[in-house]
């Protein structure tokens, strides 16, 4: 590695301000640290670092991601051998899936670092890697089907205008990743829900009885009082099937057993909050449980049972991965139970009482996401009232 | 404003839990410190001590004594005693940094504009000035500016060196140090000069002198009220104990000083002479045998540590006068031990280290308190080696709640940074600025994510605030 570190350092001053590439310095910074761990040492205050830093940060919840991504990738291959009745093959259908959802995954880290990288430059700042994870959230919580110039299209919108303009990664109060989901969904409604999008055929015809339903959208528009669900094939779907994800769906979020090990891996290594995902999912069975005691067949999927809510649509992910973000989360102790349990019990009362799109997740967290700095408002300003109250009770 | 009633209810989550000990032989109250961290480091010190004889070079350095303007009233050649004016702050000339050792003024060191560095005093002999013990508190005001021992205490707010007329709220002496690889801070054969030197203490202020100890340390006194804290570092940091006792309100001044400092004050009061004896513990994971070392207050550092360093070649070292934390980067060959004048810690400096793809690093050794690196399964308190390496880029906040699980206040740490950086000096006044000092933010300086150095920004708020304010 010393060769290759020498290799570096010879050509460092041409991305130097006065280099030839002087326009390239934040895209050399960025590889440059990427291959190798600054050797700054500490100038002002305390002489040791904590080994944690931001690039670890953000590869430690990719990894978390890891589990929900692969399984999805085979799912994929999954629902399309079911829905056209090929062998279902483990290696088969999961390059199947790969493949169906490479290109997405491309098209926002492309899109998405470039204009970092571009902002990095114009701003004269290190390229930041909040990107590495909303890269690949994006594809997750898309349908398979999502062309990629509508991708690109939100990602760059989502970027620009939910992040970069305020200052970027630190700075954003919206999720970005469920903003360009947002985006996607207002701007190309019909092709980010509906029975053809989450299921990728590849042109092949279907088995009788095929469906290329959610759920979810079975039970919304279900027949009041019924909660039977079917898969792609026409065949019945259990609770276990929901565990462990054997549904169509938005390609990453199926999976409650592979989103369970993501949390487990966020929790553990301390990145995201237990307070948001424990106060999320009881605000979600808290509305589920009084929706279900007050059932009407005017909104059917109100007759579910409130545990198996849980394993359904993008629920689980959007607690464990989008609701538990630090930047747009609450940042104070009292506001993170607050902002979980919220955005627990408006998921629910979405996915109940808006049976045109039931899918009440992303909008629940982008809403909270909006509430969040005020929320947090209140908890410090209780605090700043402790201090006068102090103040005023000596004088 | 109907949110802040709903939410005033729920109380912030107790950063301490005060109980009463009545099974100990003296009463007294303990309280527990939640909040915190001990960095498991190699290095610490052995209970061995070993005599400095050979350094003959003292230097006091100005910048340690913040608050003050500093005006040398020596010139090189000078002879000087122990307690003889190195330097008089230039506003109230009564108040004074003295000399550690009788000898000769060799050098004024000066920096960019004049500024000086340090004045460094060669020893010969050991005279020393007397001090005349007054009766009264006005003069024993006086002496305590004249001897140097007033520049040794802070006042908070601000973290500077008292003002010479302020009267305190309270005064706090914090009786251990809980920083990494600190070693006690008494011996039995202080406690008698400590006992004089609160009693001293307590005629300065019209409140009550604290002293915090450890559970079970045996110290008792009659002038102080003892409470003990329990619980990891910050535990013995003078504004973790304020802030558990009674905070410091906009208006009031409280003082600050550590146990060595009222033993100081102790022995002048009983026998008119300034004590500058130092014992320091010489630690860290480049130190061949950690341990302590009897010396003197501004000791140099190459005849002090002669022998004691694993590496020759100082520039691969990180020589600290202090602890890793809170302390003053010295070179080898003109370093000086400097304020608190207690703990000399060398690592290793790393800026040699090229880590190669160090975010993927599957490391036993790299230490977190998150849990993103297999360190944490060697389980708790393993030592770690720790270099000078910042290991990571500078960012925005990203991560949240990280600096409240190590910081023991009543404050929300982000949110008052927050106000710092934007330089909001009313919302840092809501937020509690005058409650802390630079050292209070060291731990979660340490533990940042984002890498913001964050001493640096309170102590510049600090400053910017007391020039506003006055």
């Known amino acids: 590695m010393k060769g290759l570190k020498k290799q570096i350092d010879r050509i460092r001053p041409q991305f130097e301000p006065g280099g030839r590439y002087e326009k390239l310095h934040s895209v050399f910074d960025g590889f440059y640290t990427f291959l190798f761990t600054p050797n700054d040492t500490s100038r002002s205050g305390v002489h040791i670092h904590d080994a944690n830093d931001s690039k670890r940060t953000m590869i430690t919840v990719l990894l978390a991601l890891l589990p929900c991504c692969l399984f999805g990738m085979w799912n994929i291959g999954y629902q399309n051998a079911l829905a056209t009745g090929l062998p279902t093959n483990f290696i088969p259908l999961f390059f199947y899936g790969l493949f169906a959802v490479l290109p997405q995954i491309l098209t926002a880290y492309i899109v998405g670092l470039g204009i970092e990288f571009v902002v990095a430059q114009m701003r004269g700042h290190e390229i930041q890697e909040g990107f590495l994870v909303s890269g690949l959230l994006i594809p997750m919580i898309c349908p398979v089907e999502t062309p990629c110039w509508m991708l690109a299209v939100a990602v760059a919108f989502a970027v620009i205008f939910a992040k970069e303009v305020f200052g970027g990664t630190g700075y954003n109060f919206l999720n970005v990743a469920l903003v360009t989901r947002a985006f996607l969904f207002f701007a190309y409604p ?15 015809p279907a088995v009788d009885g095929y469906t290329g339903a959610t759920p979810l959208a079975q039970l919304a528009s279900g ?56 106060s999320g999912v009881v605000g979600a069975l808290a ?6 005691a007050w059932a009407s067949p005017l909104y059917p999927i109100t ?19 989008m609701a538990t973000d630090p930047v747009t989360a609450c940042r104070t102790s009292t506001g993170k139970w607050i902002y979980g349990f919220l955005i627990g019990a408006v998921a629910m009362l979405i996915r109940f009482y808006n049976t045109g799109y039931p899918e009440g997740a992303m909008l629940a967290v982008l809403l909270l996401n909006c509430f969040a700095p005020l929320i947090d408002w209140c908890v410090v300003e209780s605090n700043v009232k402790r201090r006068t109250r102090r103040l005023k009770s000596i004088s | 404003m109907w949110p802040c009633t709903l939410f005033m209810l729920q109380p912030d989550s107790g950063t301490t839990e005060i109980k009463n000990t009545l099974y100990t032989d003296f009463m007294e109250d303990t309280i527990k410190i939640k909040k915190g961290l001990d960095i498991p480091m190699f290095g610490a010190p052995s209970a061995e001590i070993t005599q400095d004889t050979s350094t003959t070079l003292f230097a006091i350095c100005p910048d340690d004594f913040p608050g003050a303007v500093w005006k040398a009233r020596v010139h090189p050649g000078d002879k000087v005693q122990r307690g003889s004016v190195l330097f008089a702050d230039k506003d109230n000339a009564t108040l004074c940094l003295t000399s550690p050792v009788s000898g000769e003024v060799t ?61 305190p709220r309270d005064i706090f002496v914090t009786a251990f140090d809980s920083a990494p690889l600190a070693a006690p801070m008494l011996q039995p054969k202080d406690m008698s000069a400590l006992e004089t030197g609160l009693e001293t203490l307590a005629s300065l202020t019209p409140g009550t002198v604290y002293l915090g100890v450890r559970p079970d340390s045996g110290i008792t006194s009659k002038a102080a009220q003892v409470i003990a804290f329990d619980g990891p570092h910050p535990a013995g940091n003078v504004g973790t104990q304020i802030a558990a006792i009674k905070p410091v309100n906009k208006g009031e001044t409280v003082f600050t000083l550590d146990a060595r400092t009222a033993v100081r004050i102790g022995r002048l009061i009983t026998d008119g002479y300034l004590d500058t004896a130092a014992l320091v513990a010489v630690t860290g994971s480049e130190v061949n045998n950690p341990h302590l070392i009897n010396t003197t207050i501004g000791a140099r ?13 100082d520039t691969r070292l990180r020589i600290i006068s202090g602890n890793v934390l809170t302390g003053t980067r010295c070179s080898l060959k003109d370093g000086f031990l400097h304020f608190p004048y207690r703990q000399i810690t060398v690592i290793a400096e790393g800026a040699d280290a090229d880590e190669f793809m160090g975010w993927a690093s599957m490391s036993p050794d790299k230490f977190s308190v998150k849990r993103t690196f297999p360190a944490w399964l060697k389980g708790l308190g393993k030592p770690f080696k720790f270099d000078a390496r910042i290991k990571g880029g500078r960012r925005a906040m990203i991560l949240s709640e990280e600096f409240d699980k190590v910081f023991p206040f009543d404050i929300y740490p982000e949110y008052l940074l927050k106000a710092m950086m934007a330089n909001d000096i009313e919302r840092m006044e809501e937020l509690g600025i005058y409650e802390v000092a630079p050292e209070d933010f060291a731990l979660p300086e340490f533990v940042d994510t984002s890498k913001e150095p964050l001493q640096h920004i309170v102590r510049q708020s600090l400053d910017n605030l007391r020039k506003e304010l006055s």
Not at chain 1, 287 to 292: A, E, K, N, Q
Not at chain 2, 135 to 160: H, V
Not at chain 2, 301 to 306: H, P, V
């Open chain 1, 303 to 321: 007759f579910v049972n409130p545990f198996e809510q849980l394993l359904l649509g993008g629920f689980a992910f959007a607690i464990v991965f």
């Open chain 1, 190 to 204: 019909s092709k980010m829900s509906g029975d053809g999008v989450f299921v990728s055929l590849n042109g092949l």
């Open chain 2, 301 to 313: 550092l190459d005849t002090m540590l002669a022998g004691s360093l694993k590496a020759s070649d």
């Open chain 1, 223 to 278: 027949t009041p009082g019924s909660v039977s669900i079917t898969g792609v094939d026409g065949l019945p779907v259990s609770a276990a099937d929901l565990f462990w994800g054997l549904v169509p769906g938005s390609w990453g979020e199926t999976s409650t057993f592979c989103i369970l090990i993501g949390a487990a891996i966020l929790l553990i290594s301390g990145m995201a909050s237990w307070k948001i995902m424990i």
């Open chain 1, 287 to 292: 509305m589920s449980f009084i929706g279900h």
């Open chain 2, 107 to 167: 050098e004024i060191a000066r920096g960019e504009r004049r500024h000086i560095l340090h004045i460094t005093v060669r020893r010969e002999g050991d005279e020393a000035e007397k001090f005349e013990i007054p009766d009264e508190t006005e003069g024993l005001r006086a002496i305590l500016q004249a001897s140097g021992l007033w520049a040794m205490m802070r006042q908070r707010p601000f973290d500077i060196v008292p003002s010479v007329n302020a009267i």
